[in-house]
């Protein structure tokens, strides 16, 4: 069956923790195969990457798979062949396709036209595969997922929106803290709280953080919204995560970044270089998780057999207070 993965919810969710399970163990491992032997992915990334980027490479080359990376500068794409158009001819080359892009429908546009799995690195809605790593950082460093709270602080964007998402499967409590106008996407909300999400909306930062065991920030200006960065400096300016803010959430909170980091404007260099910090654990994760992914995406995988706990998530559990 050909399966692609543009945001939480493709994975089904009695095989989501399954996914996790499969991380964990490769990461044990440090895991390799030769499940993509023979296979060739292409990098599609119109934006800039460290992290995704590589950590699909790498993965890709632990299982043995090969890659090519594509740019829009030195493809036809930047000179406005259509989405449609290179997806069809790129199904008949290779095996798959890592996509990071602006518009999210130019994701599902490519899901439409593509006979070979895609797979979201990045849309300016969605971050899925930052996100089951994050779930996999929170479950190694947290008291367990349904005994944690986390607290999202700052932009309503592609990160958080997948963070809202992940609520949906994972029982963690999710307080999310942002200025006015940058909530994230209220039919992302509205799927959320339908679905049972534990999740609990304030513009109040230290409303937000408080009890805390996580507590995760990106940057306030995101990929494609560099002109905002001046007129978003102030309006997020109350939103920095720093030691002073910290004190409200629980003392052995830990604090995530899914990186690049911008020290001084959403995170304080103290913060990001200090003890509560668990961003080079959670970068690292990634490599694991896409593996996992790429092992669902790729797989025959039969995740029955780990545990997937009943959906407990109490419908209409606190709801969101914020009027938008
Ligand atoms: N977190 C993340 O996706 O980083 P990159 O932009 O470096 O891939
Ligand atoms: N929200 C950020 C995430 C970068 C990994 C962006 O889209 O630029």
């Known amino acids: 069956m050909l399966k692609h993965f543009l945001t939480v919810q493709d ?54 798979g090969q890659t090519i990376f594509m740019t829009p500068a030195e493809s036809q794409l930047g000179r406005d062949e259509p989405i449609k158009d290179a997806t069809r001819v790129l199904s008949r080359y290779v095996d798959g396709l890592v996509v990071r892009t602006f518009a999210h429908s130019n994701l599902e546009e490519m899901r439409l036209y593509s006979d070979i799995p895609v797979v979201n690195a990045l849309s300016d809605s969605f971050h899925p595969c930052q996100i089951m790593s994050d779930i996999l950082t929170m479950k190694e460093h947290g008291p367990g997922l349904d005994k944690t709270r986390v607290a999202w602080v700052g932009d309503g964007n ?44 304030t513009h109040d930062p230290v409303e937000g953080v408080e009890d805390a065991d996580f507590v995760y920030t990106d940057v306030w200006a995101s990929m494609g919204q560099e002109a ?21 959430a629980k003392p052995e909170c830990k604090v995530l970044h899914c990186l690049p980091a911008h020290r001084g404007e959403e995170v304080s260099e103290e913060v990001l270089e200090g003890e509560r910090s668990i961003v080079w654990d959670q970068a690292e994760n990634r490599l694991h998780m896409q593996k996992a992914i790429l092992e669902w995406v790729f797989g025959n995988v039969d995740y029955s057999i780990y545990p997937v706990p009943a959906r407990i998530n109490p419908i209409g559990h606190l709801g969101p207070h914020v009027a938008f």
């Open 158 to 201: 592609n990160v958080a929106q997948s963070l809202i998402n992940a609520a949906i499967y994972f029982p963690f409590e999710l307080f999310l803290s942002f200025p006015e106008g940058y909530n994230p996407d209220t039919n992302v909300i509205d799927l959320a709280l339908k679905s049972g999400a534990k999740i609990y909306m």
């Open 228 to 248: 905002e960065q001046k007129k978003r400096e102030r309006i997020f300016a109350p939103y920095q995560v720093t030691e002073e803010l910290l004190k409200h």
């Open 11 to 64: 994975i089904p969710y009695s095989q989501a923790f399954g996914v996790l399970a499969r991380a964990e163990e490769m990461k044990k491992v440090d895991y390799r195969s030769d499940l993509l032997a023979g296979k060739t992915i292409v990098l599609i990334f119109e934006k800039a990457s460290t992290r995704t980027r590589i950590s699909f490479d790498v993965a890709i080359r632990h299982l043995g």
